[in-house]
């Protein structure tokens, strides 16, 4: 399996040393460093923010960047969260600081950095990663596509991602697809740790390992191709290039092929970032591939498509990433390899999709020092013509040198074609060379001079034995291989004719007269707000259909429906479709089309409620809030209900602008008449809104919240409604147009509440203001906004995993804790024991308190936990980044547990004592929650 880096972590409490001293740290650095180097691989760091000693920070995360870069021979850096704390000049300075060290101390080491973050000058020193996000997930592809391509477009054409995330994951489709798009990339990273699982290329197991392992093979492969490509970004285009940069004109200066993109000039890559006709396997089919104009052949099995068009129902089972090469690519390779040492420095390799004229200059450097910023470089100019049937390739002699290289150097070529050619010709300089055909791929392996031509290259090399995956067929069109024996590159010039070149890979099969498609429309049920799909007759002897719609023509359809998606609401659609094949197109046919209205495009989704008042069974509050308006919410039957509240969790942060009530269409039992109307962000503190009238009818009626407040919480205090008893057939509650709406407790930002945002709690708990790490998206997760991250912002998610809790109607929130310690005074050296008591504790769903203490004076040890129940701990021993130091004991349930009632023990912490005396450090910020998440404070 390909490894090129491996980057040890420096800080987050790992640190890469575990001496007493930071020069007993290095020389672990530098252990493991030379071990990783002995097998090819180079070290780099994840780094969490100081570069340089600190004497009051202990070894464990102490830095000296001097000496990791001299001594331990680091080559990477990758910055964290921490390096934007105390602003953007903060870390730029880092960076550069970084970009100066490194060739000082690394033997004039070429510095590679890895920046969290961007700003003006940061493409100077380092590439972009893109952060801490989730795997396992669609969404993380899709969003991942246009990041990548924007970043180009900025000027950072350097970025990088985790490899299916660092959250998440357990997904093999998902993490499968992640790695084939990734290898037309930059870099990869997997970053290991906090997933759902390892986040190695293996570690989800066949056919992932399989299919990870092959792509990883075909980027070592293209390392000359994507180096070349990465020099021109430097001043040219972008490695990952928009495609309007390749064909500017209406539909790809839209938003239309953001999920699409060229890495460099000859591939077209088209990732799968969304389910669309998955099966079980994986296998699926992608849509609205917008090809360029030209000729672009499946890298995978040689079709050759038209451009100018926009490709559907492309097969994409799940080994088969969506990838097109220009016709005229020429591409510089290598052989497969695991790391750089092992490509041989005598041996260079081209692949070519020869097409009229084309040429390309390969690029190539030591890859180590900054010796080519004094022009210690080598360039390769190629050419490929074809005229008629006759293919003349020419390998200009290369200009340049640079420490290490070779000049004398072994050439194989690689050419797509379609049939056997008529003869190869070489010229090396103005010498003739008589090349044998040779008839087996071992053959040609083992001799020179020669050419073989391969009737079906496998590309399915690198399949675990015996797996499933190995028995794939991945072949793809004839290659006619060249094999030129050592010659000196730098002074010889190489001429490759070919004779009867033919390449012609047809994605027709059917041909005759065609009838047009009949019945062509779009029923009812495939008209939505946003999306439209014209169907039509199946028509005899068609090989696929095609559609017309603003001006474009959508392809490959072999299905006899397209969805057109991204529309606007009630608004009207044309189209017109035909049937194809090799020979013949029928007329067309049009179809005109309206979108339907989406009166709930702001309607706030997700909605929970509680009344404190009994429901009808069957009848339960929920039914007002499922966007099912033919069910109906009722409080109990023959029970006076008046007067009742509805507190209403939107379970996100909104700018509300308006609330429409249903009531019943059948009766008028229920029908509410008269309240007041609150919002809150915390159940505690409310603020009215204003009060309803209305009428007692089944007609829908509204409220209008004048000010537009910010809200989490809306309270509905009714005094009068119809019978005296409550109902409804929904209720729905917008938000303004236009503006943010966010998840409390979605502290990764991927728009849902699940395990990953409690594994980023279980980090950060106890981070407060001050800290490096707090402000940005950690602090955004302080959903209570006292400025540190407690019990109450874990209990957002918590409550709402492992389906959820019951919510606690009985007992109110009530109690407090104490701590006690098992001695009046300590001697130096001696353990501390605290019982952390609580007294009168009721419907306690979780607890967080701080302890601060002097690491002068205490160490903490540890705990026991006595009567917590199930609760999930959190406790985290924070050291803050003005140098002091406290202790967060913090627990909660996670679902739907018991919580904590009574007086009792709950647990005991551990200290040592550095200094003779009492134990004087005191409870501050104690807090508990309920499963309302009702807080109360102690």
Known sequence: MPLGWILPNDGYGAGYGQTNSLDGNIQNLKDFGDYARKHGV??????????????????????????????????????????????????????????????????????????????????????????????????????????????????????????????????????????????????????????????????????????????????????PYLYSVAHEAVKGLPIIRAMFLKDPNSYTLGKATQYQFMCGPWFLVAPIFEKTSTDAEGNDIRNNIYLPNGEWIDFFNGNIYRGGKILNNFNAPIWKLPLFVKAGAI??????????NEIPKDLRIYEFYPYGHSEFTEYDDDGRTEAYLQGDTITTHITSNVKNDRLTITLQPALGSFVGMSKEKTTIL??????????????????????????????????????YYNPAPNLNLFSTKGSGAEKVTVSKNPQVLIKIGKTDITTTKTTITI????????????????????????????????????????????DFYEILYDSMIYTGIRENKLEFTGLEPNKMYNFSVRSVNKTDSSAWVKIFAKTIADPLELAIRGITASCNKPAQGGEGINKLFDFDENNIWHTKYETNAIPFDLVIDLHSVNTVDKMTYLPRQVGANGIISCAIVFYSMDKKNWTKAGTVTWPKTSEQKTFIFATHPIARYIKISVD??????????????????????????DINNDKILDENDLTSYMNYTGLRLGDKDFEGYVSKGDINKNNLIDAYDISNVAIMLDNGVQPDSVAPLDGKIVIIPDKKNYHVGEIISITVHGFGLKAVNALSFALPYSPANYEYLGSNLLAVNGM???????????????????????????????????????????????????????????????????
């Open 872 to 938: 999930k701990n959190f406790t985290n021993d924070r050291l803050h980044s003005n140098n002091t130091k406290a202790l967060y004991p913090t627990f909660v349930n996670i679902g739907n547990k018991p919580t904590l009632n009574g007086t009792q023990d709950l647990f005991i912490l551990h200290f040592k004592a550095h200094k003779a005396g009492p134990f004087n450090s005191e409870i501050t910020n104690g807090l508990l929650v309920d499963k309302n998440l009702f807080s109360k404070e102690f």
């Open 499 to 542: 004779k009867k070149f033919v390449f012609h890979n047809s994605v027709f099969s059917k041909s005759g007269p065609l009838s047009a498609p009949a019945n062509a429309k779009v029923v009812e049920t495939d008209r939505k707000p946003d999306s439209l799909t014209p169907s039509w007759d199946k028509t005899d002897n068609t």
């Open 720 to 745: 009068k409604a119809f019978g005296n008893f409550g109902s409804g057939r929904e209720l729905y509650i917008f938000r303004v147009a236009d503006t943010p709406s966010y998840i409390p407790g």
């Open 42 to 223: 180079e070290i780099g760091l994840w780094t969490q923010s100081d570069l340089h000693p600190v004497d009051s920070i202990k070894p464990l995360l102490q830095r000296d960047i001097e000496k990791e870069i001299g001594v331990a021979g680091v080559r990477v850096l990758k910055t964290d969260v921490a390096w934007v704390g105390d602003g953007y000049s903060f870390g730029l300075n880092g960076i550069t600081d970084v970009a100066n060290l490194m060739p000082k101390f690394g033997l004039g080491a070429r510095p590679m950095i890895i920046s969290l973050d961007g700003w003006a000058g940061t493409q100077r020193y380092a590439g972009i990663w893109t952060g801490d996000q989730t795997g396992g997930k669609w969404e993380y592809i899709r969003f991942h596509i246009p990041t990548y391509i924007g970043s180009g477009l900025s000027g950072m054409p350097n970025i990088t991602s985790d490899m299916d995330g660092i959250f998440g994951g357990k997904e093999p489709i998902i993490n499968i697809r992640d790695f084939q798009w990734k290898t037309f990339t930059p870099m990869q990273l997997n970053m290991d740790g906090w997933g759902s699982n390892e986040k190695y290329p293996h570690a989800l197991g066949e056919p992932a390992t399989s299919i990870n392992r092959n792509y990883l093979k075909l980027k070592s492969q293209l390392i």
């Open 331 to 340: 591409i510089p390779m290598t052989v497969p390899n695991n790391h750089v």
């Open 414 to 451: 690689r050419i797509n074609v379609t049939e056997h050619p008529k003869a190869v010709i070489a010229e090396i300089g103005k010498n003739k060379l008589k090349l044998h055909e040779v008839h087996s791929q071992q053959t040609f392996e083992q001799a020179e001079n020669v050419y």
